[in-house]
Structure formats: C-alpha cells, structure tokens
C-alpha cells in the first residue's frame, strides 16, 4: 500500500528582500490526512525570491495555518516556512507596518466549519513605497514602490467517508517598478529625464481536486484539475540611442506586450495494494502550456515560445519491511513541441524515482535517487526572482538525469537534534536568470564587476543579456549539510544549520541565481512567560556569483561561448522580533531586521533596504 508523510513548510518569511527556500521531504510510511485551513503569511515585500531546488512533491495546498505572532524568522538564509503554528479560531486579522512605509494585513475566514465540510477566504496585502535606493545621481528622487494584493477561496467537503472534495481560487496581483534603473545618459534636460519603468503583474489559478479515502486493503486514487494565468503587462527592450545633433549616445526603452502564460494541469494517482506490506500504483501529471503573441507594428515584437506540454508517467513499488521502507520507480516525461523551433526538447527522457528510509526509533537514514524534467515557465522563474524578465524566449525544460541525496538524522536526546546529509545533482539546461534589471542599465555592455571583454579570434566578446536567447548552462555539483537544534521548552531553544555548495562555472549544486558557496543560519528563541516571546537570528550567503554568457558584440553565438562571472556582495542579515499577548486573543509585537544595515545587492542592480523597523497586532476570532 502507498503510504506518504508529507512535510511542507509553513508560512514564515517578512520584510523585503527576503530568502526564499522551498524544502520538502516524502517518505513513504502511514499516511493521516491533515486539512490545513488558514493561510497567513505575514511579510512585508520581498525584493528577490532566492530557491534551493528540491524535487517536486506533491502535498496538501489548500491552504497553510500559521500563528499571529511575529514572524520571527526574518529573511532566512537556509529555511523558509520552517516553522508552523496553528489556530482553531476561525478568523484572523494581523495588520503591521514600519520603516520606508512597509506594510502588511492579512485576514482570514472560515463561513463553514464542521467536521465534512470547509469553506473561507484568505486576504493578504504587502507594500513598500518610500525607500530611495540612490543607484545614481540621475535617478536620485526614484523611490522603492512595491505592492501586492492576494485574494483566495478555498474549500473541502468529505462525502460520507467515500472521498474529499477539495477546491481553491486564488488572485495576485502585483504593481511595482524596476527600482535600480540607472540609464546610462550623459545629457538630458528636466524634461526628458528618464523615469524608472514600471510593472503589474496578474497571477490566477483555480484548482478541483478528488482523493478517495485510504484504507490499507482497498486500491486508493487521486485526481486533480487546475489552470494558471501568469502574465506581465509590459515588456521593455533597452536600445542604444544617438540624441539628434549631439554626438552623445544613450540607452532608450522601447515598450511591448509582456508575456502570457496559462498552464492547464491535470494530475492524478492510483496504488493497488498487493499486500499488508506493498503495492503498487502510477502517478501521472500533464502540463499544457499556452502562450499569448503579440505582433507590434514598426517597433519592438517580443518573441515568445511556441505552446507546448509534457506528459509525467511515475509507476513505483512500495513495499515496508519493519524499520525499512522502499519506494523503486522510474519518472517518464513525454514532451511535445518544447524547446526553440529548430532544437526541441526531446521527447522522451527518464530518471529514477527510487527512495530507500531506515527508521530505528530516533535515528533515521535515507538514500533517495530521483531525477526528471522541471518545467521552465514565467511563473516558476518568478519563485526565484521577483524581478525577473517580463519575457520567456526559452521554454525547455530542466533535465536531471541524476538528483540525489543520504542522510540521517538522530533524536531528539533530551532536547538535542542533530542531522547530515549529502546530495549530488546533474541539471542540465540550468536557466541563468537575475539579470533583467541590470540588461535595463547597460544592454549589452560589459557592466560594472564583470571581466572586462574577452579576446577570441580578433573578436571582441561582450556580455549578451538578451532575455530572448538561450542563456541556459549545464551544472553538475554536490551539497553538504549539517543541521542541529536544542529545545528546552519555554526556556530557550536554539536552531543552526548550513550548507557547503562549491560552485566555479558549469561545477556546482544549483541554489538560486546568486549561487552561493555558503548559506548558514542560527537562531535562539525563548519563552520566558506564556505571553511573551523573543527570538534573535542570524543569517548568511556567503562568495556568491551570479553567471551570464558571452558573445559576439555583433550579434553573433560563437561556437566557443564564455560563462562569465560577476561577484555579488555576502548577505548577511541579523534580525530580532518579539511579540505579546495582552489577551488570550489579541497579541502585539515588534520587529527590527537587518540590524547590520546592509545594502548589498541581492542580483545585479537590486540594492535592499537598510535597518527595517516595524510594529503591529494581530487578532483572532
């Protein structure tokens, strides 16, 4: 019989700029069904979504609970929703604003709530407008603006122990602007000065989903239905420009439709029971990718990738023997039209899906070998970066043909837990993003901390960050990391973890555009009295390089193409929160985050905001 426990991190991540990791684990045991049913993220704007990849688990998104205190895990470098709370009331209210205007409400709640039946909706607003980054004397009086507007339904009905139905519509939208636009101009007047391009994103999704109930000696099945509308208003090209009558040059903005993209998903599973101790079952998951074309006369035509899908067959067996539980499949992906006209995506590729977990009481050992195809798309791409390019030229996919991971974890021994893993990944067609903002200030110039051009055949190589080309590389890289905590209760308990991930070039464990050497956190939270609550972490991301690749100044690929380098600043952040509960029901709390005051770019051309202060309540009912 297939058996899952499933952990998904919940929503702990504030104030811009912050790091976003989506870790997840599955392993194949007795599986409870749990319905979360708030979802409260309490964070400020986040500048940059920072990912470490992790293969993709399927788990219960229906919503995602969460306290009402403060965060209190501020910008973490390693963790992101690593910590959970939950609340049985049925609405919330948790309104918080601070420094450079920064500000956040979320609310939420439940109309029905009885044992079959759920039913609520989520609200959720995030903004920043008064930050002046200064990236130049030029655009001095440009201000940080940022905000988001989420809208959610959500719902579940149990038939009689016969099966759930389950379903939720979700809107974001999203205004913003490129705030490190630095043009490059050396004579303007007042009335032509350049303004910083501006934004809107409309992020919709709706999804309907089925899942019979599990019992041991009976074959289980699940199926489910979405669609996802991604798409940008506006898409900007950066064009050198010869001001009439004078010999200066400068770079000009031209303005097009942005990209478009509607993904219809239909998945599903089915797993026979062969025995108390085994099954067998299939999973299968179908991506349908549309893309809106624009046509702009006499001007600038942005290029987008033709429609596509992919097909994902997983068939498995499972089987537990005492401590031991052993997942043997395979992951076949069946692509159609992906990839540029004259170099598809191949149709058929495999990876294995094999997940071996020893359990012995509280030690634990795992060695997990899986792989497959991840879909590059405008909205996985904007879970790694919030600035992103409003355009898609490249729609192949992400093939691993090897992504795997030991480890083992003990205890906990008397509040004291530790754990060590390994992992070892193959990616091949690795998109190298986070460079939108700086192809705004410089095209395709060499820009300020990048080599200076390189020399090949008489032929002068300059960087390219043409978003409609194919900026893709293949990486090959292992991961170490260490974790640890040490709880005692209301008293204090104290968490660190850390990874070690070289990267040089085409060597190197993916992590985020960035692509950090080094991320590690540590935090010391206590409890002193039920009302009170204290926490202080420290984060880091440590010798960190973001890649591009060269190419000929007069348009032209070389067969020889250069992975170039530009150094970003560590990160380093240090952040406190505390939060009070005056009543049972209505708790107060402050936060200061980036006490260090740090203004290091996140990706090129995307300074943060120093020290952020900021305060608010929250309520339940």
């Known amino acids: 019989m297939k058996k899952h426990i499933i952990y998904a991190f919940a929503a702990v991540s504030v104030l811009p700029a912050a790091a976003q990791y989506n870790q997840s684990i599955s392993v194949d045991g007795k599986y409870v069904p749990e319905v979360f049913r708030l979802d409260r993220i309490n964070s400020f704007p986040k500048q940059v979504k920072f990912s470490l990849e992790t293969n993709p688990l399927s788990y219960d998104g229906r919503s995602v ?25 049925r609405g919330y209210l948790d309104l918080g604003a601070g420094s450079w205007l920064n500000s956040t409400l979320s609310a939420g709640y439940r109309f029905i709530d009885d044992r079959n039946t759920t039913f609520g909706v989520r609200l959720q607003h995030n903004s920043t407008s008064l930050w002046k980054p200064e ?22 009905h149990d038939f009689n122990g016969k099966g759930r139905l389950s379903g939720a519509l979700d809107w974001h939208i999203g205004n913003f602007n490129y705030y490190g636009y630095n043009p490059q101009w050396s004579s303007f007047s007042d009335e032509n000065a350049p303004k910083a391009p501006t934004q809107t994103l409309n992020d919709i999704s709706a999804r ?13 099945w699940n199926v489910e239905a979405g669609v996802r509308y991604f798409g940008y208003r506006s898409a900007y090209s950066p064009l050198k420009r010869m001001l009439i009558g004078m010999p200066d040059e400068g770079i000009m903005l031209e303005r097009a439709s942005g990209g478009r993209e509607t993904d219809i998903n239909l998945l599903g599973g089915v797993n026979f029971p062969m025995s108390s101790k085994s099954s067998i079952g299939i999973d299968v998951n179908t991506d349908i990718l549309l893309y809106s074309h624009h046509q702009v006369d006499g001007g600038y035509s942005p290029v987008q990738p033709d429609n596509y899908g992919m097909l994902t067959l997983t068939p498995y067996y499972s089987f537990s023997r005492d401590r031991l539980l052993v997942r043997i499949g395979a992951e076949i992906d069946l692509a159609f039209n992906a990839g540029e006209e004259n170099d598809r995506y191949s149709f058929l590729h495999v990876a294995p899906d094999i997940k071996l977990d020893y359990l012995a009481g509280p030690v634990a050992f795992y060695l997990h070998a899986l792989g497959g195809s991840r879909l590059n798309t405008l909205a996985s791409n904007y879970e790694r970066d919030y600035y992103q390019s409003p355009l898609i030229g490249n729609s192949r996919p992400v093939y691993s043909p090897l992504d795997g991971s030991l480890g083992a974890t003990f205890g906990p021994f008397s509040g004291f837990s530790a754990g060590a893993d390994f992992a070892f ?28 051009s390189v020399y090949m055949d008489n032929a002068d190589r ?77 984060d880091y991301r440590g010798v960190r390089n973001i890649y591009t690749i060269g190419n000929y100044q007069g348009g032209m690929i070389s067969d020889a193409d250069v992975l170039l380098s530009k150094r970003l600043p560590d990160i380093t952040y240090l952040n406190f929160g505390a939060s009070y509960g005056i009543t049972s029901n209505f708790t107060v709390w402050v936060q200061a985050d980036n006490l260090l005051n740090r203004h290091d770019e996140l990706l090129p051309g995307l300074p943060q905001q120093g020290v952020r202060l900021a305060a608010g309540f929250g309520v339940t009912f």
């Open 425 to 452: 990944r193959i990616s091949r067609g690795e998109y190298l993003g986070g460079w939108y903002q700086q192809s705004l200030n410089y095209l395709n110039q060499v820009a300020p901390g990048l080599p200076e």
């Open 208 to 220: 309907f989903g089925w899942q019979s109930p599990y019992r041991s000696d009976e074959i289980t």
């Open 135 to 156: 990236v130049s004397e030029t655009m001095k009086d440009t201000r940080m603006y940022r905000y988001d507007e989420s809208i959610g339904f959500y719902g579940s």
């Open 65 to 89: 609970p969460a306290a009402f205190a403060p965060s209190l895990l501020p910008l973490p470098a390693t963790g992101w929703r690593d910590t959970r709370e939950y609340s049985d009331s």
């Open 462 to 538: 300059t960087l390219s960050y043409d978003y409609n080309q194919d900026h893709t590389c293949n990486l090959h890289g292992f991961s170490i990391g260490i974790h640890a905590s040490y709880d005692l209760g209301k008293i204090i308990k104290i968490e660190a973890k850390g990874n070690y991930q070289p990267q040089n070039g085409n060597k190197g464990y993916f992590n985020g555009y960035d692509r950090p050497r080094w991320t590690a956190g540590i935090s010391a939270e206590t409890n002193p009295w039920s009302t009170l609550r204290l926490k202080l972490a420290y």
